[in-house]
């Protein structure tokens, strides 16, 4: 049988690396996910780097509340080849 128990206080929520950072953006900032560090998922027909789409939508969802707006890139190197994404935290207005 089960205890009741009362008067347990509830434990924070543990913040994860991604929330950290989204929470410390200002409008303006960007972050760079290198190529060598994304995780690739596949989507149907389309290969997508999941670790940039997570922080995207996460950072989205804080956009939203502050009137502002995400926008990302792919990053070329000189060569044209793929060096990375950045994602941006723009204000709406702006």
Known sequence: MLKIEKNIPVQPKRESNNTR???EMS?????????????YKN???????????????????RAKKINGKVI???????????SGFRV???????
């Open 27 to 39: 409008f303006g900032d960007s972050v760079f996910f290198p190529k060598d560090k994304l995780i």
């Open 43 to 61: 989507q149907g027909t389309r290969w997508f780097p999941v670790n940039v789409d997570s922080f995207y939508k996460l950072l989205q969802k």
């Open 88 to 94: 941006w935290l723009l204000n709406k207005d702006a």
């Open 72 to 82: 990302s890139r792919r990053i070329k190197d000189e060569n044209n080849n793929l």
């Open 21 to 23: 950072v989204v929470r």
